[in-house]
């Protein structure tokens, strides 16, 4: 079951692992998935997983590392030599989770050896603890927030295209269109940026037409939230421009999506806030 804890039965995958010719174990209650391998000793599973992915809130770099497990893409070779620096990296990250969000004396030590030219006394360190913690928060919001100002002034990008917006007719919606793997991927990823503002996430829906795929709200085309173009060489992001006043008018605005499917994250705010407009229209 999803609400199952996997602690308990990582046992009994080390033990099928042991009796099978398997270079990779996959541990799941159907929405954590916990990969394994034996980087430690050969053909014994390591204790740690050198991927772990949580369905719920999945992050761009686990959706590339997912691809690697496609039927189309799957390479032994390749993800065993990407398994190791995984294993580490995740290590290093929850390590350099643990000092932002309560630095140790360590730590703060090495921070303090670079920027303070006094002695530094135990009293200077425990000083100094809530400035580095401070300082550290205060730098990741600025660094996200250049990046997401970046996004939605499209005077400051200059792949950012502004077009009429085409009215889409019944009869394109209702066109056939074949629906490929990627748009299918990047509807997942936007409903995902959307599940803190809409408990019912059903209501998100999507319609293909030839030239873009368009996701609605409650399957109302006039209440579109985003459209992708994918089909081409070049993918972008489009949405309906947004008036300081909360009014729409007839033109989208169209950014180039620079790293597919990792870029769709970059505009979680702007998708966040046309949903919002229309959850109150």
Known sequence: ?????????????MRYFHTTEAKIGILTNGIIYKFYTDLEETNKMDTKPFLEINLLDIKEHEM?????????????????????????????????????????TNFVSYILNEVYDGIKTQKVKDK???????????FINDMVRSRIEGVLDPKVESNTIIEELPIMTQE???????TTDEE??????IKTLMRSLIKDNKRITYKDAAEYFNITLDNNIRKWICRLHLNKKNKYISFPEILENGERTNKEIKIALESFPESLYDHKDQIEKILQLHLKS
């Open 184 to 189: 299918i991927e990047a509807f997942i990823i």
């Open 128 to 138: 100094f603890e809530s400035t580095v913690k401070k300082s550290i928060s205060e």
């Open 172 to 178: 394109e919606t209702q066109n056939k269109t074949l």
């Open 1 to 13: 079951m999803c609400s199952d804890s996997l602690d308990k039965h990582d046992k009994q995958l």
């Open 64 to 104: 590339n590392e997912l691809r690697k497990f496609y039927k189309t893409n799957f390479d032994l070779r390749n993800i065993m030599t990407s398994a190791e620096e995984l294993k580490y990296s995740n290590a290093i990250k929850k390590m350099l989770k643990y000092e932002f969000e309560t630095p140790s």
